[in-house]
Every structure is written in C-alpha cells, then in structure tokens.
C-alpha cells in the first residue's frame, strides 16, 4: 500500500497500544506456568501473534515454528524451546532468516544443541534454523553489545533445565532496560535469578528445576515503542498539543526515555496519572547515546531533522540488522524529503532546522521507518508519498486510523 500524506498538524488524544516487548514476555512466562495464565494484551500486531502462535506449538512433538518477521519471537524461543524439546524448526519471513542469530547460536551448540538448515519453505516462510538435542545448563559467555534477546532467551530458559547456569556478559551491556524488564517478568513468576555486578560487568546465576508461578492478573503495559510517534508529533505541531494515554510513566520499558530526550531537545511534556501532554516548542539539537534505546533512533532522526542546530547519533551500530538497515534508510528517507544529514557506521549526524519539503520515500518493509516519515510531515511543506505504508502491521496495525483521528490527511495511491 502507497500513501500520499498532506501536511496536517495533529491534535488530540490517543490511547497506548499494548507493548509488544512486554506482551512477548508475559506470553512466554504464561506458557512455561504450572498453573493456567490468561494474559490481557489491549491490542495485538504481527509481532505479537508470531509468539502466540509459536507458543502453541509447544504441544507438538517437533515443533515447527514461524516467527514471522518477528526477531524477538525468534530469539527468545531458541533457547526456551530446546529447553524443552529434543528437535525443532524454526522458519521466519522478509528479513528474519538473514538475521544473525550468532553468538546465541555456538553458546546453544556449546551446551548440547546442533545447528543445520535444510533451507525448506512454507508458504513465504523459510527455513532459519533445524535444531536438535535438548539445551543443557552450564555456563554461558555473551559480550554485552550484541542483542538483548539473546540473554532475554536464556533467562526464560535456563530456569527449566536440570542443571544450574550462569551467563556471563564479558562487555558493559546494551539495551539494559530490555533485559530489566525480563527479570522483572521472571520475579512476578516466582523465577529466581542472581544478578551480580562487578566493575560493569554482569553475571546471573539461575537455579535449575524452577517453576513458573503467575500472579493473578497479567495485563501488559501501553508501549513507548510506539507512543515515542505520538509525543514527537505533539512537540512538533503547532496547536494544543497530543495527549498520551494508557501508559506506566514509570515503566521499566528502555523508551520511555523518549520523554527525557524530547525535554533535552527543548520540548515540553507534563505529565499525570497514566498519560502526558507533548507541547510545540522549538527545538535544538543535541548529542545521543542509542546503545540503550535503538528504536527510538527513526522518530528522533525526525525531530532532529526539525531542530535548529546539529544531532548527533552515535552508538546506533544494531540498527543495521533491524527489519531494515534504519541507518541506511533514515539517511535515505530524509535525504529525500531535503533534510542535509550524512550517515555513520554507527550513527547519524543531522542538520536541522532547513524546510522539510516533503517528497516520495520508501518504507523499507519496517514499521517504525513507515512511521517516522509519517510523522515528519506534520513539519513538511509538502506532501510525502510513503511506499509500503502497511509496514506498521508489525507492531500498530491501527497506526493509520490512530493518525487520520488526530487530523492526518491521507490517501492511498
């Protein structure tokens, strides 16, 4: 689907969708439960029924599992699923079979996994990975700049073997939040992991032969992920404001970070009980750090494209092996629309403050780049034609409805 978006300044309130991060966790802790779980999710995406439907398959005898575009889907149930299984399949679509899996891959090879790829397809579906032997306890080494969800599955695993584990992160760790979010999860489930820090180092230590015990309610939270969209739309039109509803302005969740940057951008966010209001003000570039919060890399390049004075980017190097390459195609997305920024291996440098004069970009099959150029033409001078606007699927899939209801003007071409 191709769009035209008419530049329209966008007011009004709208609700949280549901965290897909948090919505994966609570899923897979369900699953593995001694007891019944029933988890309440508001909305649902791709990303969200890939795991539902992947978790269904841990009735089958080898399971098959198509984790769709999903790298969190993937990831976490690697190691959960051989946890629990003596042979599976894993098949996924769009960009997910050329994701890297390494270093989970030799860590599960090192405990007792074998690896191969028959390179069968089902439907749009490929082969990722056919793994056999069942996963076994020890210690594992994982350096701290590569994904989170490769210690996320771990965690989710490990608890359920015979033995006792460690995982050992041998650099500072990235993405941090994302993992403080699954030892949360784990805690509420009565899953006990040792964490120790010793000179910014990690290591867990987890008890085998644990058992998954829900809580009563399972609810997951409104997600930053996507409302970051919607709060650099409130500070860059030039009405009354966006509110935000539905969300934890305490949240574990590594975004909600999206508030602190927008405030050091000049912005303004006041916020209440569970929502905020982002207000127009001008804004003024600054440097950021994104090892913590890569998702939140598209809809900064954004603002900052609207800001007067220079951003810089740095520490972005994972957005390379995202849905898309989002370095690679911010840069291309908002050269396109007039925007002067040049490209890094690890980053963005971009010069804001000039006209968005609005053009025709690619989404790249990636949600949150959709969305970004969706965003931006609330500052540009003319129209922005998206091509593959139902990207958003993935993780919004009312994104556009949600758009048009705070005054986005569009059309499909």
Known sequence: MNIEITPQTLVGSVNAVASKSHAHRLLIAAALSKRPAEVSIRTTSQDIEATRACLKQLKAGIPVLDCGESGSTLRFLLPVIMALKEEAIFLGSGRLPQRPISPLKEEMEAHGCSFSNKHRTKGAAQEICHIKGRLQGGLFTLPGNVSSQYITGLLFALPLLEKDSWIQITSPLESRSYVDLTLDVLKNFQIDIYTEEKEGLLTFKIKGRQQYLPPETLEAEGDWSNMA???AAGVLSKESGIIGRGVNLKSIQGDRA?????????GEI?????SFLALARPLHGIHIDASAIPDLVPI?????????????????ERLRIKESDRLAAMYDCLSRVGVDLAEQPGGLTIRGGSP??????????????????AIASVVSEGPIIIEGAEAVNKSYPGFWDDFKYLGGEYREL
């Open 270 to 274: 006041q916020e209440k009980g569970d």
């Open 356 to 373: 968005i004069k609005g053009g025709r970009v690619s989404g790249y099959n990636d949600h949150r780049i959709v969305m970004a150029m």
């Open 258 to 266: 999206i508030l602190s940057l927008t405030r050091r951008m000049g």
């Open 229 to 231: 969209f919607w709060v």
């Open 300 to 316: 900064l390049s954004v603002m900052a494209a609207a800001a007067k004075g220079t951003t810089c980017i740095h520490h972005a």
